[in-house]
Structure formats: structure tokens, C-alpha cells
């Protein structure tokens, strides 16, 4: 079965500071990765995807099939990227069924 | 504005009770998919409608189901509610069945007393 593992539930850090938000996952195929993020009031909305291997708001990511893992990164957080992030996978090939992590909340202090 | 409804924003209703969430998506999605989101569970895939055909299951329980209606709209029909049934409903749309390609909706707060 896939599972995707978001070890902290929330993550505070200063501004300025590098921030690394854990993804790990479980599963025997190719996955495709994504990280979704939700800001306070807004809807779910996807973040990036590991296919695409682009930098979105400062945020990277790289999957790390020997680790099995998808860690989100930024290297100096700023105050606006408070929010909730979620790592998701979906396995390819036959029916896509999506499995989201528990989500991390980030918080970023002034 | 993504262009996904949902309706009701919220909703309080009690046990062993029967309640439907709609959801409209954006204007050409074909694809429809339902989550539930507590806060143990976190984001949980329930089901997935394409082109009013059930695609894919997830972790939907068997008093709950739902249907994608000729003009794409979904419901979702949750019966013999239980407390634990309270938590938050979302529905995204996209145009095919692509998890990256998802728009998600404001969500249906249910709450189960």
C-alpha cells in the first residue's frame, strides 16, 4: 500500500531562516510527488511537482529514490509562507489514486 | 478563485442523521474527487468521478456515497452519521484524472452532534 509520512506536525522557524519540511513515502512503483500548500482562509492549492523540477516561491524539492523521501525546502523563509503543506503521492499507471500526507503546519516569526 | 463550489459551507446536524454535500467544478473539468480532512486523519481520498463514471475508491465508507450527475456536479451522500463523521469535506475537479491537475473547493464543514 502507499503512504506518505509528514513527521512533523508543525515546524516554527524566524524569517530568514532555511526551512526543510520532511515528506517521506512508501511505495513499490513510481511515484509521482507533490507538495499542496493551504494559506489561512485560501483553498488547497498545488505547490510543485517533482516531474517538473522547478522552483516555486523559493520552494524546491527532489526526489530522493534511495530515501524514498520528497523534502520541501527553502533556504531564507519569509512571513507570508505560513501555512499548511502537504506531501501527496500518486502512483502511476492504472486507477490514480492520490494519498496525502497529515500535513505540516509552517509557521515563520518575524 | 479556483472555481470549484461547495455547498453548504457548514453544516450541524446530529447522529444517525442522512446529509448531502454538492459540488460544482471549474467549467470543463471533467473529474471530480472527494476528501475528508480531520484532524487525526488528515486529508483522506474518498472517491473519484470522471465524466459521470466512478474512476477510483479511496478510504469511503459504505454509508457513504456519491454520484457525478450529466452536467458534472457531484453529491455526496453521507448517512447514519456518527460523531466521528464530523470533519471537513472537500471536492476538486480537474480536467482529467491527474492528481497535479486538481482544483480544490472551499470545503463543507459537517459537524455531528
Known amino acids: 500500500a502507499q503512504r506518505v509520512t509528514q513527521p512533523e506536525k508543525l515546524l516554527s522557524v524566524f524569517k530568514g531562516a532555511p526551512v526543510e519540511l520532511k515528506c517521506n513515502y512508501s511505495y513499490s512503483g513510481s511515484p509521482e510527488l507533490f507538495w499542496y500548500v493551504q494559506y489561512s482562509r485560501q483553498r488547497l492549492q498545488l505547490l510543485l511537482r517533482h516531474i517538473s523540477r522547478e522552483s516555486i516561491k523559493g520552494f524546491t524539492a527532489d526526489l530522493n529514490k534511495g530515501e524514498t523521501s520528497f523534502h520541501l525546502k527553502k533556504p531564507f523563509a519569509q512571513e507570508e509562507d505560513s501555512a499548511m503543506y502537504y506531501c501527496a503521492l500518486e502512483r502511476t499507471g492504472g486507477s490514480y489514486i492520490p494519498t496525502f500526507g497529515r500535513g505540516t503546519s509552517l509557521i515563520v516569526h518575524p | 478563485d479556483s472555481g470549484v463550489t461547495q455547498t453548504p459551507k457548514h453544516l450541524i446536524t446530529a447522529t444517525g442523521q442522512r446529509v448531502t454535500l454538492r459540488c460544482s467544478p471549474r467549467?470543463?473539468?471533467?473529474?471530480v474527487y472527494w476528501y475528508q480532512q480531520s484532524l487525526d486523519q488528515g486529508l483522506q481520498f474518498l472517491i473519484q468521478y470522471y465524466n459521470g463514471e466512478e474512476r477510483a475508491k479511496g478510504n469511503i465508507l459504505e454509508r457513504f456515497s456519491a454520484q457525478q450527475f450529466p452536467d458534472l456536479h457531484s453529491e455526496l451522500n453521507l448517512s447514519s452519521l456518527e460523531l466521528g463523521d464530523s470533519a471537513l469535506y472537500f471536492c476538486?475537479?480537474?480536467?482529467?484524472?491527474?492528481?497535479?491537475?486538481?482544483?480544490f473547493g472551499p470545503g463543507t464543514r459537517l459537524t455531528v452532534t
Open positions: 467549467s470543463g473539468d471533467l473529474s
Open positions: 476538486a475537479s480537474s480536467v482529467d484524472n491527474r492528481v497535479a491537475e486538481q482544483y
